[in-house]
């Protein structure tokens, strides 16, 4: 079955870097259009940034140009990139794949991010 596990996650200064990649399983890789999504303490959760298995990126406003996605079809891995990091990027961070002609979603358990002093 598919599974997505993401990593990376912890407790990082504002201002400091983390690199979270999410490894995938089960699933044809470059099939899925793959994307990162966070979760804030009583917020909804919203998209980060999605790219295709082409690599055709869109990232959300807010977060352009300290956020990069990346994806790496040989290693069916996807990475979300987070530099410049503020207190307001803690949450959680899920890993999300769609398959392109189905439309078969799914989803990671997440990671945390914590940005604090």
């Known amino acids: 079955q598919v599974q997505l596990v993401e990593s990376g996650g912890g407790l990082v200064q504002p201002g400091g870097s983390l690199r979270l990649p999410c490894a995938a399983s089960g699933m044809i890789f470059r099939a899925y259009v793959m994307g990162w999504y966070r979760q804030g303490p009583g917020k909804q959760r919203e998209l980060v940034a999605k790219?295709?298995?082409?690599?055709?990126?869109n990232h959300a406003d807010s977060m352009k140009g300290r956020f990069t996605i990346s994806r790496d079809n040989a290693k069916n891995t996807v990475y979300l990139q987070m530099n410049s990091l503020k207190p307001e990027a803690t949450a959680f961070y899920y890993c999300n794949a769609v398959e392109t002609s189905t439309g078969w979603n799914y989803w990671g358990q997440g990671t945390q991010v914590a940005v604090s002093s």
């Open positions: 790219i295709s298995s082409g690599g055709s990126t």
